[in-house]
């Protein structure tokens, strides 16, 4: 597998640090994501950079413990640690946070983020389909793009946004195009090299350069292969990993196995939505569309994301699922049982689920509970 490429993302972070300084130095605006429900296109019609926020590591949790409870979600503590804390620099640098109502401790815990950074919440309906609920979510859409006109200081036109969508799906196509290279046999990019990039990416603040760094490192990885032929091929699913909190994807490969694609938020779950940039309604209506469509475990029913995990398992031709669930996190760990029915039952798989959180106590445990996954997968080839 070639690197060259693939090792220019290492400092895409640091680099991109730089970039954000010069740029605020020279006026432009920062808005700061924590979810995939932020809508990017918006911030990027509003003439100011998007960039994703911190929250897959564990040093900050510590400082977010002084103010929540212990027994919450590791990804709301360490992203409130490093806003409280003052040691993520993209929320440094932010002159406006986005967040969203995905569950009840993000909500809560964004009341406390307020007192440090101006926050605007967006109103996530938790059904994902209805008139009321498109009306309702709509409603969200012209009121984000208000407060973004109001705080930035600018006007969002409609050509702007349109500019913006094209931008947006070049984006998640580029990425769809290096996650689906793994449909090979053998997989051409290892799991901890596909959380990495994917995490990476999103504190790029040039989104034509994501793509054509995307774009290269697709060129650079078709000929080439990572792991062994026969090694167990493993659909990861569940809560988002990022660089910090991706101990499960290398513990697969630690003991022998190859997360061959990842279906959570910060894997593939968004990167098929694609806007038709030949349909003429209004912008808004069209992401609100887009986004009411990603398979959160937020929605009920919930069927979109059973939907996607089993074309996933036959697309990347899987031996196996592994179900990650972040301790506390209600959604996901219900869901879980209907994941597990769709998994073994459905496709005839043999499914993992696993509870953690961003600590490395449990992970010699996690290590003996994944080593017998894959040994019982290795003796179904």
Not at 33 to 38: D, E, L, Q, R
Not at 230 to 236: E, G, K, S, Y
Not at 314 to 320: A, H, M
Not at 354 to 367: A, F, G, N
């Amino acid at each position: 597998m070639g690197t060259g490429v693939l090792e220019s993302f290492d400092s895409i972070r640091d680099r991109n640090l730089m970039i954000l300084k010069e740029a605020k130095e020279k006026g432009v605006k920062v808005v700061g994501i924590y979810c995939s429900y932020g809508p990017r296109e918006l911030v990027l019609a509003a003439g100011a950079i998007p960039v994703g926020l911190c929250g897959t590591r564990q040093e900050p949790i510590a400082a977010a413990e002084t103010r929540l409870p212990a027994n919450l979600c590791p990804l709301i503590k360490s992203s409130y640690g490093f806003a409280l804390s003052d040691t993520c620099p993209y929320f440094h640098f932010s002159d406006l946070v986005i967040g969203e109502t995905t569950c009840d401790g993000k909500k809560k815990m964004f009341e406390l983020l307020q007192e440090l950074k101006p926050v605007h919440v967006m109103h996530l309906p938790q059904f994902p389909t209805g008139e009321y609920v498109f009306e309702l979510w709509y409603r969200e859409m012209v009121r984000l793009k208000g407060k973004l006109e109001e705080v930035l200081d600018v006007e969002i036109t409609d050509t702007a946004l349109r500019e913006a969508i094209h931008v947006v799906n070049e984006c998640n196509r580029a990425l769809k195009r290096l996650f689906d290279l793994n449909r090979r046999k053998p997989p051409v990019i290892s799991g901890t090299d596909l959380v990495k990039v994917a995490w990476q990416i999103g504190f790029h603040s040039d989104r034509w350069e994501r793509v054509h760094m995307l774009e290269q490192l697709v060129s650079e990885l078709e000929e080439g292969e990572y792991g062994e032929l026969n090694a167990p091929r493993i659909l990861v699913t569940g809560t988002p990993i990022g660089v910090g909190s991706e101990k499960v994807v290398s513990l697969v490969e630690e003991c022998g196995g190859a997360v061959v694609a990842m279906e959570n938020c910060s894997g593939y779950k968004t990167v098929g939505l694609i806007i038709d940039e030949e349909d003429t309604r209004d912008p808004l209506m069209l992401l609100a569309e887009k986004y009411l469509r990603i398979p959160c475990s937020v929605m009920t029913p919930n069927h979109e994301r059973i939907r996607l995990i089993k074309d996933m398992a036959r697309d990347f031709q899987v031996d196996g699922v592994i179900d990650l669930t972040w301790q506390a996190c209600h959604t996901y760990n219900i869901e879980a049982y209907q994941v597990a029915q769709a998994v073994k039952e459905d496709l005839g798989l043999p499914y993992l689920h696993l509870e953690t959180d961003y600590s490395e106590s449990d992970r010699e445990s996690l290590r003996v509970r994944i080593d017998a996954f894959l040994e019982i997968v290795g003796n179904r080839k």
